[in-house]
């Protein structure tokens, strides 16, 4: 994602090499066993794994759970029993990891741009990687969390209802997911669960509609910062039809009078300033803040359509994490 | 007191879809009409409507008392995988095997029904909760208590794990069951047909269709409109 370049159309070639960097990206984790249910209370050691970014984190339990078995004080738990907390936060599962730590972390995020908009602060402050995580195999959380269950259908039918959102959003039908093989819809979550990017592209290939047809809407989710009172474990979501192309009409309200009659391609600041314009006063430069992406400031000029199609999470959706600057 | 759907009011926009602005109008006339019901009629439902953060919701609340359990138990679930693994999850609770030879329980039942921003039709979100348990019950007990035994196989045979799904209430963001929508667009063409139908009565009938299968069951003079008589009629 080049941020200066915004009006050569892609290649697909280069759509695709963004794509394998965003399935190969991974996140170092630091896992500590909750120290109530350890019998050497803090003194377990941690569990440390690259866990590729895109994957979900209940995908580690079974081997969380045969790393800290003799130190549990409770070995008769079971590995879908377990759920991780980061701060004390407990983690929403059906969350990709890279998104949590995007959320949660506090990372500044990488850009193209090099120091210019995050000086020293983080740098001798916490280090946010590894990130430090708890997992725990008991007191399920049920105020926040939904269970999880030994077959791992609960997760699978989170997965394919997301999937089947983002369908809608693109074609305007969930027909796309309904006429999907029962042996493909299987495979597309087997795919996003392993980050198996080839048997991924397979499937996802007869969902997407082909690159000359453009998108009815857009699945992108905005999640905004919470207020740093705020005790809430909810986090705020802006969701709203987004269509890769700005109507005339539209662009007529605004400054763009001369560009009256030619639609215009939403971008993601385009997009940002129309939902959230008190943050995004700028449909081009963020002022306030700033959208990120699998750990990485989006250019505000990157069409969204073309985002999705190359950097979405494997259930078809982008999630953009909004990040106050200064 | 009918529902009114005749041609003088304006064609939904968007049908089978709807907008926010005839949701609200929906939800409204709705209330207006529970307001004007009376207890007898509403049994024991109650009904507010708020606009929170997230757009309006209409929250109807369900009283169940004397759930009988003796019923339930009769029924064989040995042929039934989801219900199996369901109640699994619950044997490993201490109370829950002290509570389950109790004769009857009184359930509290949350119905939450908001706008869906991705299918633009409404969306079923519930919990239930006995009155004398802190903790939230599971899927098991949904089927169990809120499915009318006719429709139990027809919703345990859809998707991964059947129509109901476990995800986060929008706007507080806890656990919540929800009716997932994907088809409901293509339900709602089917059975009203057309786009002259009010936002009301799209909403009675949706509620008609989707409540019915979870235990919210309006009274029967809720779903006599105008246009079905109408229909019948012609």
Redesign the interface.
């Known amino acids: 994602m080049d941020p200066q370049a915004p009006s050569p159309p892609p290649s697909s070639s280069s759509l695709s090499s963004i794509q394998k960097a965003v399935w190969d990206g991974k996140l170092p984790l630091h896992i500590t066993l909750a120290p109530s249910e350890s019998r050497t209370f803090d003194q377990t050691d941690p569990y440390l794994i690259a866990h590729p970014r895109l994957a979900y984190l209940p995908s580690l339990l079974p081997r969380l759970r045969d790393f800290f078995a003799s130190a549990l004080i409770h070995p008769t738990s079971r590995p879908h029993e377990g759920w991780f907390s980061f701060e004390g936060v407990p983690l929403?599962w059906?969350y990709p990891v890279g998104l949590l730590y995007d959320l949660y972390a506090g990372a500044d995020p990488a850009s193209r741009g090099g120091g210019g908009g995050s000086p020293s602060a983080t740098a001798e402050d916490a280090d946010p990687l590894p990130w430090r995580l708890t997992v725990h195999f008991s007191d399920w959380p049920?105020?926040?969390?939904?269970?999880l269950?030994?077959?791992g259908?609960?997760m699978?039918?989170?997965f394919?209802?997301s999937v089947?959102?983002a369908d809608?959003?693109r074609n305007g039908t969930?027909k796309g997911i309904?006429a999907l093989s029962k042996e493909d819809s299987a495979g597309l979550w087997t795919a996003v669960r392993d980050v198996d990017l080839p048997s991924f592209q397979r499937i996802s290939n007869i969902l997407l509609p082909p690159p000359n047809q453009p998108f009815r809407n857009v699945p992108v989710r905005f999640f905004l910062p919470l207020p740093p009172d705020s005790d809430?474990?909810?986090?705020?979501?802006v969701?709203?039809?987004i269509p890769p192309m700005i109507a005339p009409i539209a662009a007529s309200q605004s400054m763009m009078a001369a560009a009256r009659g030619t639609p215009q391609i939403q971008t993601i600041g385009s997009a940002l300033h129309a939902l959230l314009p008190n943050l995004f006063p700028s449909r081009r430069t963020p002022v306030l803040a700033k959208p990120v992406l699998h750990g990485a400031a989006v250019p505000m000029a990157a069409p969204v359509e073309e985002l999705v199609r190359c950097s979405a999470y494997g259930d078809g959706w982008v999630y953009v994490v909004v990040r106050m600057m200064g | 007191m009918e529902l009114s759907t005749s041609s003088q009011h304006p064609a939904l926009a968007i049908f089978p879809l709807l907008t926010d602005k005839e949701f609200d109008s929906a939800c409204n006339q709705f209330l207006d009409r529970v307001h004007v019901a009376n207890e007898s009629l509403m049994g024991r439902l109650t009904c507010q409507y708020a606009q929170r953060?997230i757009g309006p919701i209409l929250r109807i609340t369900r009283r169940i008392s004397h759930v009988s359990i003796p019923a339930y138990n009769s029924q064989s679930s040995a042929d039934d995988p989801i219900r199996e693994?369901?109640t699994?999850?619950y044997e490993d609770d201490p109370e829950a095997l002290i509570r389950t030879p109790e004769p009857s329980v009184s359930l509290h039942v949350v119905y939450d029904v908001l706008l869906s921003?991705?299918?633009q039709v409404p969306v079923l979100y519930f919990n239930l909760q006995p009155t004398d348990h802190p903790?939230?019950l599971?899927i098991d007990a949904v089927y169990r208590y809120l499915v009318p035994s006719q429709y139990r196989e027809e919703l345990q045979s859809v998707?991964?794990?059947g129509g109901i799904?476990?995800?986060?209430h929008?706007?507080?963001?806890?656990?919540a069951f929800f009716v997932?929508p994907?088809?409901t667009a293509d339900v709602m063409r089917q059975i009203a047909g057309h786009r002259r139908v009010t936002p009301e009565t799209y909403l009675i009938i949706w509620l008609g269709l989707v409540g019915n299968r979870l235990g919210l069951q309006l009274p029967r003079n809720f779903f006599a409109t105008d246009e079905m008589r109408g229909n019948s009629r012609s």
């Open positions: 929403k059906h049920d105020e926040e969390l939904v269970r269950d030994a077959d259908m609960v699978h039918d989170a394919i209802n089947k959102e809608f959003l969930a309904m809430s474990p909810s986090l705020k979501v969701q709203s039809p | 953060a693994r369901y699994e999850a921003p991705t299918y903790g939230p599971g998707g991964v794990m799904s476990l995800g986060y929008p706007e507080s963001g806890t656990p997932h994907c088809n």
